[in-house]
Every structure is written in C-alpha cells, then in structure tokens.
C-alpha cells in the first residue's frame, strides 16, 4: 500500500464514530462520518483537490472498485446518509434504487399523518384520510 492510499485511509478513519445499532435486521452498528456533509446529507472528503462521496470511498477501501454509476448504485441499506460502513452499503440497479426509495417514501408518508388520518373498515390495516385533512393539505400545497 503505497503513503497516499495509507494516508487517505488515516485521514477517512480520523472523522468515523463507531454509531448505534440501526432499527431493523442490521446487526452491525452503524459508522458515522462526523466531517463536512453535501447538502443531501452525505459526507465528504477532499483528496487531491477534488471532493470525494466518502460512502463510496468506504466501499472501494473494504470491497473494491465500484461499477459505473448507470450501471450499479450504492444504497444504504440502514437508511442512514451518513453511515460509511460496508456491511451497510449494497450495490443495487438504478430501478431497484427507485422502488426502494418509492417504498420508503410510501412508508414515510403512512407514518407523518397519524393524527389526520382514521382507520377504515377492514381491522385498521389500512389508513384513509379524512376529508378536512385532505382539503387542509391540498390548500396549503396550492399556497405554496
């Protein structure tokens, strides 16, 4: 290993904090980047005057070269943008990307309206808007 790649792996290793467990089947802690942030929420590192995805650089380090990126993404499988570990990172199609993040958002968007929503017939599996709840976001979203 030659003294820039030993020095590039000191300088990623300087700003990672052994995290907690993530909620779900992941067993391994997370490893939280505490350094400069992109403003997505991903973590940064500068290496010979260009600013690199440290997610990614976590997974070239510990698995190897990374296909090009219309090919194969990385995904955090713990749902956290600032985790570089590589138990955490999965290669996946550009479109498995999309239905995951589709998924995701579906799931998000059950949990943010509790409050507005009511139960429906079938033993509360499923979750209907009420109706004022619905005018009240459809006039909000028409104001902005």
């Not at 590589?86 to 199609?93: D, G, W, Y």
């Amino acid at each position: 290993m030659t003294y820039r790649k030993r020095r590039v792996i000191f300088r990623f290793f300087a700003r990672v904090v052994m995290g907690h467990l993530p909620p779900g089947r992941i067993l391994t802690p997370c490893w939280l980047w505490t350094g400069c942030l992109d403003p997505s929420g991903y973590g940064q590192i500068r290496i010979n005057g260009r600013l690199h995805l440290v997610h990614k650089l976590s997974y070239q380090i510990f698995k190897g070269v990374l296909p090009p990126p219309h090919l194969l993404i990385l995904h955090h499988r713990c749902r956290n943008s600032t985790c570089v570990n590589p138990e955490h990172l999965k290669l996946v199609t550009p479109s498995q990307h999309c239905a995951i993040h589709r998924r995701k958002q579906a799931r998000d968007a059950r949990g943010w309206c509790r409050e507005l929503t009511e139960p429906t017939s079938d033993n509360g599996r499923r979750h209907r808007m009420r109706r004022d709840a619905q005018l009240a976001i459809k006039r909000v979203m028409w104001l902005n």
